[in-house]
């Protein structure tokens, strides 16, 4: 079975950055698209970056020029870089692995964007 594991997460100011990670088994990383999502408290979970197995990255408009996810091959991570924070990017983030069909999830990465 995969195991996601996502790291780098904490309390940051306005403006700042933080880098995530998500570590996945090597079989899964050569194989699976992977994308972080996030969630709040009491809202439904959403869609934030995506990159397929042979790298383009998509983002979602509340990311874009903000947020950059990548492929890291030698260490089977997919880093999320998150630039420019802002209080509404609070949420716990949370990785996924896609692979024919089948979804894994990461237990999530608390992300705390202070005013």
């Known amino acids: 079975q995969v195991q996601l594991v996502e790291s780098g997460g904490g309390l940051v100011q306005a403006g700042g950055s933080l880098r995530l990670s998500c570590a996945a088994s090597?079989?899964?990383?050569?194989?699976?698209?992977m994308d972080w999502y996030r969630q709040t408290p009491g809202k439904q979970r959403e869609w934030v970056a995506g990159?397929?197995?042979?790298?383009?990255?998509n983002y979602a408009d509340s990311a874009k020029g903000r947020f950059f996810i990548s492929r890291d091959y030698a260490k089977n991570t997919v880093p999320l870089q998150m630039n420019s924070l802002k209080p509404e990017d609070t949420a716990v983030y949370y990785c996924?692995?896609?692979?024919?069909?089948?979804?894994?999830w990461g237990r999530g990465t608390q992300v705390t964007v202070s005013s």
């Open positions: 990159i397929t197995r042979s790298g383009s990255a």
């Open positions: 090597a079989s899964i990383f050569s194989v699976a698209a």
């Open positions: 996924k692995a896609t692979d024919i069909g089948r979804e894994f």
